[in-house]
């Protein structure tokens, strides 16, 4: 795709990682997150509309309490507490000197996976930028239960590139903009292979694609690997992804401007349903279903709805109503879908047909365990 065209976006979503937003010494870069402002804030008077994702509240608390390590829940959510308002005060500072507003937004889980909180979200963000404010997003470290609560078996983000990524899909955002510090996707590792080859675009966003990602960065949760589970979820619903470099100066303007920065990760046309995004990308997963090769078959290719007939296993525990995860026979989730009863009563009816439901529970709401229109294919 033509970098003219691929630039072109009314609604963008920027996330800047944490090793970015710092220098060397380990201390914030203020001349760094000042040139951001101001390119996003050229943006927004030339009537684009921005999101930030941001990272860094627990390193700038590591920092002010002279920490080693922030090693363990409890002292990065203290560390998060008191770094938190340090960084909004960057932005508000900065934004301001452009003559713009700065939206705080603190988010856990239970924001997105919870759906009329989800859909409080998106009501309000959508309005803030109608009020031409910059909203400023990040992870609510402080109280975020993701690594507390071991009852979570999947949670809808653990890092700020999958928030990224859950923001610029809900909100039909046109581009996200991932600056790491990275120069984009390599064909291999460019830290232990010197002949490495940066991939300037990426049609699709395949598993050949995602093994090339690697772990997480020194001082940030994400990595490679899930800056590519981020492209692949917003590519999907139709937007474009760009993973480039922070550190070059002046990076947002430059790519703006139409110069060859970074990997362009380009649009698909699945077309999700607004629904069927939130069932498969936003919600925390508990319970899970293991189903037969015939089930899945029927599932994804024929796009059935889930009948108990098909079902092997379930897995955990869970309410009607409840976003499940539905494996295959070599416990491969593939699938989630909002299922039609609890747990127990799956259970009594697994493997049988649709036809004995009342039989067996005494009741029968639905003859499927998960209707078609209720299921998103991963």
Not at 166 to 183: C, F, T
Not at 193 to 220: H, L, W, Y
Request: aromatic share 6%; proline share 2%.
């Amino acid at each position: 795709m033509d970098r003219q065209e691929f630039i072109k976006a009314k609604r963008i979503v920027f996330k800047f990682g944490t090793n970015i937003l710092r220098g060397d010494d380990g201390f914030v870069s203020l001349p760094r997150i000042y040139s951001f402002i101001e390119d996003i804030s050229t943006l927004v008077h030339d009537g684009k509309e921005a999101i930030v994702i941001t990272s860094g509240a627990v390193g700038l608390g590591k920092k002010r309490l002279n920490l080693e390590s922030t090693s363990g829940t409890a002292i990065k959510q203290a560390c998060a507490a008191i770094g938190q308002s340090k960084l909004m005060s960057i932005y508000e500072n900065g934004f301001d000197t452009y003559n713009l507003v700065a939206a705080q937004i603190l988010l856990t889980e239970d924001d997105f996976s919870l759906r009329k909180r989800y859909l409080s979200l998106r009501t309000t963000l959508n309005k803030l930028l109608e009020l031409g404010t910059v909203p400023v997003i990040n992870q609510n470290d402080t109280v975020s239960t993701a690594e507390i609560n071991e009852e979570y078996e999947q949670v809808s983000f653990s890092d700020n590139d999958k928030l990224s990524a859950l923001v610029a899909s809900e909100l039909d955002a046109d581009l996200l903009v991932i600056l790491s510090d990275v120069n984009g996707l390599y064909d291999k590792n460019p830290k232990e292979n010197p002949d490495a080859k940066i991939i300037r675009e990426v049609d699709e966003v395949t598993d050949e694609i995602c093994a090339m990602g690697t772990g997480a960065s020194d001082g940030g949760r994400g990595g490679m690997a899930s800056k590519l589970d981020a492209a692949r979820m917003v590519t999907r619903f139709g937007g474009k992804v760009l993973i480039a470099n922070g550190k070059e100066p002046f990076i947002i303007r430059k790519i703006f401007k139409g110069e060859d920065f970074g990997t362009m990760f380009l649009p698909q046309t699945e077309g999700l349903s607004d629904k069927k995004r939130w069932i498969g990308y936003a919600t925390n997963i508990i319970g899970k279903i293991k189903v037969n090769a015939g089930a899945k078959r029927a599932l994804v290719e024929e796009e059935k709805s889930l009948l108990p007939i098909g079902v092997l296993d379930v897995i955990n525990e869970f309410k009607k109503g409840d976003v499940i995860s539905i494996l295959d026979e070599d416990d491969c989730e593939f699938a989630r879908g909002i299922v039609n009863y609890d747990s127990s009563a799956c259970r009594k009816v697994s493997g049988a047909h649709s036809n004995d439901i009342l039989k067996i529970l005494g009741f029968k709401n639905y003859d499927a365990i998960i209707t078609r229109d209720n299921i998103t294919i991963l």
